[in-house]
């Protein structure tokens, strides 16, 4: 199996995770599912602003856990003068 191939199977599993979990939610309870589709949109958001906007500390540690998620590798390290 090529690379691309494991790839995008994650991504699909990944994106079918995020959307059974309301889903599965919804069956219980239907303002249970608001709920635990809210929190995944903040925490999404959350992220996303962390590494925008956030200081260059937590900035870097935002992209580095977005590469994690989305399975890709480290770049270079950069050395600093």
């Known amino acids: ?29 239907p303002a249970l599912s608001t709920v635990i589709a809210g929190l995944e949109a903040a925490a999404g958001l959350t992220i996303m602003a962390t590494a925008l906007f956030g200081s260059e500390r937590l900035s870097e540690r935002a992209f580095r856990l977005l590469r994690w998620i989305a399975d890709r590798p480290e770049p270079p390290k950069h050395r600093r003068p």
């Open 1 to 29: 199996m090529s690379r691309s191939t494991s790839r995008s199977g994650r991504t699909v599993a990944l994106t079918a995770a995020v959307a059974a979990t309301p889903a599965a939610a919804w069956t219980i309870h």
